[in-house]
């Protein structure tokens, strides 16, 4: 599994929107993609993350505020009014706000 998230980070560093703007955190088995200027430099910010769940089976992509965001509870109402309109060009993705996952896609 190791080498798949080797390979996943790869991809995204040599993709084309991936400018000096952006970083990656890793631990393990799981990734954080943000924005600089996204407050997660100590992983407590916005970003977008992905895992391998305990059965290895999905990984879920996930839009992430974590409670150090300021405002985060207006800033995800704010988000998820943006993209409720657009929904369905979105199939597959569910875009809720059950604490601060708000976006998420299983693949």
């Known amino acids: 599994m190791e080498k798949l998230f080797d390979k996943l980070i790869e ?3 040599n993709s084309e929107w991936f400018t000096s703007e952006w970083d990656i955190y890793r631990n393990g088995n799981y990734i954080h993609v943000f ?3 996204w407050l997660d ?3 407590k910010g916005v970003h977008f ?4 769940n305990d059965n290895n ?3 879920p ?3 992430h505020a974590e409670g150090d965001v300021p405002n985060r509870d207006e800033f995800v109402q704010k988000v998820l009014e943006e993209v409720r309109d657009k929904e369905g060009s979105y199939d597959g993705h569910l875009f809720s706000n ?3 996952n708000f976006c998420n896609s299983e693949f």
């Open 35 to 37: 924005k600089k200027n």
């Open 11 to 13: 991809k995204i560093k």
């Open 49 to 52: 993350e992905t895992y391998v």
């Open 41 to 43: 430099e100590n992983h």
């Open 98 to 100: 059950p604490s601060k």
């Open 57 to 59: 089976k999905d990984s």
């Open 61 to 63: 992509v996930v839009l």
